[in-house]
Structure formats: C-alpha cells, structure tokens
C-alpha cells in the first residue's frame, strides 16, 4: 500500500526568498517520486521525478527535491521564488513497476507575495 | 504534438441529463487515465487502461459511470443520469508504458456543472 502526505496545504513566501515545500510517503514498494504543478484552470504538470539514480533531482524552473529513504520524504525546493511559481503542487508516490497504485498528495497552495 | 486533447473544456448540464466526455490520448501512449478533482476530495482517479483495457475501475463512484476506450486514441466517460455531486473537473492523462516510472501527461480537464 502506498500513501503521501503533504504536510502544509497552504505556503506563502515572497518573491525572491526560499521555497519549502515538504511531502512524506509511505511505500511497500521501490517508489517513484514526483512533483506536478498545476496553474488555474490547467492540466497537472511535472516538475520533477525520482525513481531510481540521483537523490537529488533537479526538474524545471529552477525547482529540485531531494529523496531522503531514511526520512521517507521528497521535499520540493527553490532558491528563490518568482511570482509566476504561484499554483497548486502534488507530490505523488507510485510503485517503480507497475501503474496500479499511483498516489496524489491532497496539494500545496503556493502564493507569492510582492 | 498537441498533447492530451479533452473536451468539452465546459458542460453544464441539468440533473438527469447524459454527460459523455471525451479524451483523445498522446499517439503512441498506451496507458490511459480519468481523474476527477474537487475542492473536498481532491484528485481521485477513477479509472485506468492500458493498451485499451481497463485495469483497475475500482475508483469509478457508482454504476451511473462508465468508461470505453475503443481504440488507442480515443476514450470516453459517461455519466448517466448526472447528479449536482458528479459537478467537479475531470481531467484525462496518458502515459507511455505501464511502469509507475512512467509520467502522466495531463489534458486541460473538463469543467462539468450539473443543476
């Protein structure tokens, strides 16, 4: 069985400073990781995804997470938030071989302040 | 490519009415899914085909859904008789192979309204 858990719903920055956002799993299985960003009234799209080789990885628009097995978490980060960083993420867990179990987060909310 | 192609973007629709969406996938894709997103609920999926056959419809709510995937490129949802609770998006996503390494390509979704 797997799950995940995003542990804030709603993160507020501003522009230029740091983005954080954390997400836990639970897996039976090898995962997969991802992060998908979602704007208003679009489609899900990825960010970033982990499944096997580098522990950090590093997706577009200058966003990276970091698998950490022993913490089981796959925190999302940015250096420096801009304002069009402003959407909804999921983090989503699945298992490496099969399709069957794939998880959505319940979303991030990021809004960037002036 | 065009990407994954939803429509209608918009239905609103009265109480009892047919609701067919439609999804045609990424060419060459072969792992297809329906989610539906709310605000209480979040994203859920409902179901998912690969090489056109359902796998897992556990996620379908109730008998009043159903959903085809006749051929590789085309796949639809049907809601029949609609109710005020099925409103939500519904979003379609295609994926090439059926590993969970595999990422989802999402359409734009279709907002459905039901009275």
């Known amino acids: 069985a797997q799950s995940v858990t995003q542990l804030d719903s709603h993160v507020s920055v501003s522009e230029g400073t740091p983005v954080l956002l954390r997400c836990n799993y639970s897996s039976s299985y090898s995962p997969s990781l991802f992060w998908y960003v979602q704007h208003p009234n679009k489609g899900l799209q990825l960010l970033l995804k982990y499944t096997s080789a580098a522990t950090l990885v590093k997706g577009i628009n200058g966003f990276e997470a970091e698998f950490k097995k022993s913490e089981t978490s796959f925190h999302l980060t940015k250096p420096s938030a801009h304002m069009s960083d402003a959407a909804e993420y999921f983090c989503v867990v699945s298992p490496r071989y099969n399709n069957n179990d794939m998880r959505f987060g319940a979303g991030t909310r990021l809004t960037v302040k002036p | 490519d065009a990407g994954v192609i939803q429509s209608p973007r918009h239905e609103v629709t009265e109480m009892g009415q047919e609701v067919t969406l439609r999804c045609k996938p990424i060419?060459?894709?072969?792992?297809l899914f329906w989610y539906r997103q709310t605000m209480m609920r979040g994203l859920e999926l409902l179901i998912y085909f690969n090489n056109n056959v359902p796998i897992d419809d556990s996620g379908m709510p109730e008998d009043r859904f159903s959903a085809k995937m006749p051929n590789a490129s085309f796949s639809t949802l049907k809601i029949q008789p609609s109710e005020p609770r099925d409103s939500a998006v519904y979003f379609c996503?295609?994926?090439?192979?059926?590993?969970?390494?595999?990422?989802?390509?999402f359409g734009a979704g279709s907002r459905l309204t039901v009275l």
């Open positions: 996503a295609s994926s090439l192979g059926a590993t969970g390494a595999n990422v989802l390509t």
């Open positions: 060419s060459g894709h072969n792992s």
